[in-house]
């Protein structure tokens, strides 16, 4: 069975289905709320909210790649080398976009606390960059623990 295709079986070990849709849903809604941040703020957006082709713009490509995963394993598909792959992907994009300082870069204080007149709108929308790594990470590791013990499974058996 290769990673990402396969049946139920493997993610019946350690209740893999479950986390799975769990973390991957929470890191399509914190995706969507920060999509949505973006928007609000105005700053480092794009099409389709404003004029011209940007990083923001091929970001959400990833609802192209979360939504089958999700859909996929809510019905029983063994997804987790995908869920992996994602997540992995999504979590260097986010990193390299919202923390390494090179031309255009999102600096989390700067440009997303500093661009609201609240405070609180200012720390929400950090909460919501934070919750989306912490559920796109949590997301690697639970599709990581599932990759594994499948694979220690068919070796076993």
Do not use: C, N
Not at 2 to 11: F, I, V
Not at 67 to 75: E, K, R
Request: aromatic share 8%.
């Amino acid at each position: 069975m290769s990673a990402g295709t396969g049946s139920a079986m493997g993610l019946a070990i350690r209740g893999g289905r479950r986390p799975l849709l769990v973390f991957a849903s929470a890191a399509l809604g914190f995706s969507v709320l920060h999509h949505a941040d973006h928007v609000i703020r105005g700053g480092h957006s794009g099409w389709p909210f404003q004029e011209g082709v940007t990083q923001f713009t091929y970001s959400l490509l990833i609802y192209a790649l979360i939504l089958p995963a999700i859909y996929l394993t809510a019905t029983g598909r063994d997804v987790a080398g995908y869920h992996l792959l994602v997540a992995v992907g999504g979590l260097s994009l986010i990193g390299f976009v919202h923390f390494v300082p090179v031309g255009g870069h999102e600096a989390p204080i700067g440009d997303i606390y500093a661009a609201y007149a609240s405070t609180s709108a200012g720390l929400l929308a950090l909460g919501i960059l934070a919750g989306l790594i912490t559920s796109v990470t949590a997301l690697a590791v639970v599709a990581l623990g599932t990759v594994r013990a499948r694979s220690r499974s068919t070796k076993v058996g």
